[in-house]
């Protein structure tokens, strides 16, 4: 059922059509016009800290007031009082937001409010782990809660519009943006789309503890060749339905309010100026009613592109293809009135993008509650609940890659912990953390000694820095093991941070190589944002934890796993290569004609194993599950399946049952496995558990080479178990008419 629809009200399009009466052409591209922060006024300290600095007369009663009159942006503030700004990102703390909003609401001719937009990526005060991360939770439940988290946070915080859930399909480890999404699948990353939409927005977009969300970047961002970030994208349309837009759907299903166009072309055409994505995919297909913000500055750079001649020709071309508001380019500002008077753009396209925006400020309840009530932000922001809730997901976002028998540690363990990661709380927010605050977050040092852990710290090197040896083989012979933490920076995954090398950077091979010659177990811990090329670490190390970049309670939640108080869950929701050159890689391709064999004459590479480093859903525990009794039918127009699911260890936990699907012959070629279900279970030691997953025969769809979305009968593999390399498998045949229904 498409949600859209809550944004469709008889009343508020009447008063948004009476709003259009009165508007003036520049109040209407007014609404179209998204400012950064400017650099006036001491924007990068917030107002609430400019108050402590104050309150600790660290600023005089004089510089306060004139940062807060100087926050205001005069030339920006004069511009909001004529109208002339619908949108802010970037104004951070409920004093600085209401005091602009003031100004829009009070001050300007019709008193329309400001839209407040910002990254809410993972949290806003109190920091989740990194997207990739929690998608390795596969809990729904999860994904939404974290989100409302966040939303709640970023409300309190002035907030009213995050750009995010950021949904773009990643297939390359290469490319640093594979740390904000949700994988490599697009059945897996429709739900983590559907969950963060629904934790953002909640059920009444009104609800001021809720914020409006936006799904990014659309479209197919990921696929940018060589996984350089905002590269070209060349592909079939087939693949752009298949596998790149489903999560995108899902957020439209869901009721997203907002989309946000992606920086790249696909196929030629840049996706910010792309008519058949902005207006037969979203409007027509997708049947949105909210409204399309650009990337930053992204309508300017249609220029670099080679697909605009000027600035005033991508205005005209962004906003006749569906753009609807500009962020930060001033490109619809400075042109569009011009373009209106020449008839190059019509004021029916204007006015279908000031309809657009207005739509949402009115669902969002911005004309009867513009205002943020300030007493919240100190409550609110990192409170004990928002801690605890950050701790249980990092742990369950971990995964646990190799455990021989080290892990969980025993309680009286004398642990050597190596390598600077251990203590770097920055390093452990990730990726698109701007409230987050080192000071505020939990290294793993801190964590191990919290829990009264025997710990002997020595860094060792850095992720960049010189290996330092010195007093480790001393040290060493003290320890009972050798916990390392290594990885990447956060500045190494996020935007702008592809990497042609995704082997573990810096000296830190040399240190693992190092802990070798001490005779004691290594566990790593890695720390990093993307899928890394690493058997060395896996081949050297006695167990291995992938701990992403974990945020707030990193260190809290690593030691709960260490020590066995949770038994990792964390299921990997992209591939991890044996080497960078085998990027893009994925488990949902196709066969070819000479599938990847031991066969020299078969499609792989010669220098590197056919098997990836860790397939795509794979994951440890502490336990072992058992599966067993796979019954497979074809009911409701669905595929039925049950199994038995078995805890054969002695550490209760918590199994994420997967079912993949492979289409054995269809008139174009379908991959060779396909998630298309899974649940978690929880499960005691010796426990057995029934579990039913069922796909209904809509899922087993695909588009023909017409583009026309079919689904054929015919034998299908259906595989249950623990990820996409393991599982019972058997066929089960579709008749013709069992498609009558
Ligand atoms: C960036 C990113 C986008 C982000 C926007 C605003 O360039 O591509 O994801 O939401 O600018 O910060």
Request: proline residues 5%.
């Amino acid at each position: 059922m498409n949600k859209q629809s809550r944004f469709l009200c008889p009343e508020t399009e009447n008063k948004i059509n009476a709003l259009l009466v009165e508007m003036t052409l520049d109040e209407k591209i007014g609404q179209l016009h998204q400012v950064g922060p400017s650099p006036v006024g001491g924007f990068d300290i917030s107002l609430e800290e400019k108050k402590q600095m104050l309150e600790d007369g660290r600023l005089s009663q004089e510089e306060y007031d004139r940062a807060l009159s100087g926050v205001c942006w005069d030339n920006q503030e004069e511009d909001i009082r004529k109208g002339k700004i619908g949108a802010f990102l970037g104004v951070i703390g409920a004093e600085k937001s209401n005091h602009l909003q003031r100004v829009a609401v009070e001050e300007s001719r019709l008193g329309i409010p400001l839209l407040m937009g910002l990254d809410v990526i993972h949290g806003q005060r109190t920091i989740f782990p990194i997207p990739l991360a929690e998608s390795c939770a596969w809990d729904d439940k999860l994904w939404e809660f974290t989100a409302a988290i966040a939303a709640k946070e970023a409300a309190a915080n002035g907030i009213h519009w995050t750009f995010a859930p950021m949904v773009d399909i990643a297939r390359d480890a290469r490319w640093g943006r594979i740390a904000e999404g949700a994988g490599e699948d697009p059945y897996l990353a429709s739900r983590f789309a559907a969950s963060k939409v629904g934790g953002f927005q909640g059920n009444d977009l009104s609800d001021p503890s809720h914020i409006l969300a936006c799904a990014k970047h659309f479209a197919a961002y990921g696929a940018g060749i060589g996984g350089r970030d905002y590269n070209t994208v060349d592909m079939s349309p087939q693949t752009l339905a298949e596998i790149y837009l489903p999560p995108f759907r899902a957020a439209a299903e869901t009721g997203v309010a907002t989309y946000m166009a992606a920086f790249n072309d696909w196929n030629g055409v840049p996706c910010t100026i792309n008519r058949y994505l902005l207006h037969d995919v979203l409007r027509k297909d997708f049947g949105f009613e909210g409204f399309v913000v650009s990337d930053a500055n992204a309508i300017a750079e249609c220029i670099d592109h080679g697909a605009a001649k000027s600035r005033s020709d991508a205005a005209r071309q962004a906003i006749n293809a569906g753009m609807e508001m500009d962020m930060v380019s001033r490109c619809f500002t400075d042109y569009l009135p011009k373009l209106v008077e020449s008839g190059q753009v019509s004021i029916e396209q204007i006015d279908e993008a000031v309809r657009h925006i207005l739509r949402i400020k009115f669902a969002k309840g911005l004309f009867e509650h513009p205002y943020t009530d300030p007493s919240k932000e100190s409550s609110v922001l990192l409170c004990k609940e928002h801690r605890a809730a950050a701790r249980d997901t990092a742990c369950r976002s971990a995964v646990l890659l190799k455990n021989d028998a080290v892990l969980p540690l025993f309680k009286g363990a004398r642990l050597l912990v190596v390598g600077e990661l251990a203590s770097n709380a920055a390093e452990m927010l990730g990726t698109w953390t701007l409230q987050g605050r080192a000071e505020e977050t939990v290294t793993l040092v801190d964590g191990l000694i919290a829990a009264g852990m025997q710990v002997t710290y020595l860094p060792c090197c850095g992720v960049y820095s010189v290996l330092d040896t010195a007093g480790l083989a001393e040290a060493a012979a003290g320890a009972d093991v050798i916990l390392a933490a290594v990885g990447e920076i956060a500045d190494r995954s996020g935007e702008a941070s592809s990497m042609a090398y995704i082997g573990l950077p810096g000296d830190q091979p040399a240190l693992l190589k190092a802990l070798q010659a001490f005779g004691k177990p290594v566990v790593a811990v890695l720390f990093n944002g993307r899928p890394l090329a690493i058997p060395d670490v896996i081949e050297s190390c006695q167990a291995v934890v992938e701990a992403w970049h974990p945020g707030t309670e990193a260190g809290n939640a690593l030691t709960d796993i260490l020590l066995g108080l949770y038994n990792p869950s964390g299921r990997l929701t992209t591939t991890f290569p044996n080497n960078s050159g085998e990027c893009p890689l994925y488990y949902n391709h196709p066969s070819t004609g000479r599938p990847c064999s031991e066969s020299r004459f078969s499609s792989k590479y010669l220098d590197t194993p056919i098997r990836p480093l860790f397939p795509f859903g794979y994951g440890l525990s502490y336990t072992e599950y058992a599966y067993d009794q796979l019954r497979v039918r074809i009911e409701n127009a669905a595929i039925a399946a049950t199994v038995e699911v078995k805890n054969a260890g002695r550490y209760a936990g918590e199994e994420t049952v997967q079912l993949y699907i492979r289409d054995m012959v269809g008139s174009r070629v379908r991959p060779v496995k396909e998630l298309k279900a899974f649940a978690k279970v929880w499960l005691e030691p010796q426990e057995t558990k029934t579990v039913s997953l069922s796909v209904p025969f809509s899922q087993l769809g695909f588009y023909d080479t017409r583009m026309q979305f079919i689904v054929e009968p015919g034998d299908f593999q259906v595989q249950v178990g623990h990820d996409s390399e393991t599982g019972l498998k058997t066929i089960v045949e579709i008749a013709e008419d069992d498609f009558v229904y």
